[in-house]
Nanobody
Framework: QVQLVESGGGLVQTGGSLRLSCAAS????????MGWYRQAPGKQRELVAT???????NYADSMKGRFTISRDNAKNTVYLQMASLKPEDTAVYYC????????WGQGTQVTVSS
């Protein structure tokens, strides 16, 4: 059974930083891409960033320059380094893995106080 487990969320002040981790129960090279999505209260889930099995990255426009996605294949873990956080970044952040289907983690809450 494939599991994705997020960690690293929490409460941070505006301008602060957090690093999210997503640990997979399988070899992450089996996913075509892995990524982070977020969902704020009352809003649809949106893309944050993705990374392919070969390391190519893609970011939502509002995250470019502030967020960095990376992966450690040896640890089967994907990271999201977030900097210059804003209150509008407050959301539940979900890890995603795609191969022939989508896999999702349970989410981790990030709250940015003003």
């Amino acid at each position: 059974q494939v599991q994705l487990v997020e960690s690293g969320g929490g409460l941070v002040q505006t301008g602060g930083s957090l690093r999210l981790s997503c640990a997979a129960s399988i070899n992450i090279f089996s996913f075509y891409t892995m990524g982070w999505y977020r969902q704020a209260p009352g809003k649809q889930r949106e893309l944050v960033a993705t990374i392919t099995r070969y390391g190519s990255t893609n970011y939502a426009d509002s995250m470019k320059g502030r967020f960095t996605i990376s992966r450690d294949n040896a640890k089967n873990t994907v990271y999201l380094q977030m900097a210059s956080l804003k209150p509008e970044d407050t959301a539940v952040y979900y890890c995603n893995g795609k191969n022939n289907r989508d896999y999702w983690g349970q989410g981790t809450q990030v709250t940015v106080s003003s």
